[in-house]
């Protein structure tokens, strides 16, 4: 099992990144799929997820309506679209199943600074 996150960089305050993720080793279209962000001295928190088909999402509250979670199951492949990003959105972004594989990706870091 590999994921493998890209897109990440410092952004200042309402800008945009698009963040995206390859996995592999694992049946991808099977798994709902989610991004998660560490930020410093803090725990590992759940940003979105989207169901294995796409036929549903979820949000943590402080992203809705700023961020769009979206896959590919040809290409295994799950992105992160971030809008109107904020300083506090700065974190390392990850990727993994729902529930995740217990192997972790080396995620991408997001600052968010003017």
């Known amino acids: 099992v590999q994921f493998v996150e890209s897109g990440g960089g410092l952004v200042q305050p309402g800008g945009s990144l698009r963040l995206s993720c390859a996995a592999s080793?694992?049946?991808?279209?099977?798994?709902?799929m989610s991004w998660l962000r560490q930020a410093p001295g803090n725990v590992r928190e759940s940003v979105a997820t989207?169901?294995?088909?796409?036929?549903?999402?979820n949000y943590a509250d402080s992203v809705k309506c700023r961020f769009t979670i979206s896959r590919d199951n040809v290409n295994n492949t799950v992105h992160l679209q971030m809008n109107n990003l904020r300083p506090e959105d700065t974190a390392i972004y990850y990727c993994?199943?729902?529930?995740?594989?217990?192997?972790w990706g080396q995620g991408t870091q997001v600052t968010v600074s003017s």
């Open positions: 993994n199943t729902f529930p995740d594989q217990h192997v």
């Open positions: 080793g694992f049946r991808f279209s099977e798994w709902q």
């Open positions: 989207i169901s294995d088909a796409s036929l549903w999402t």
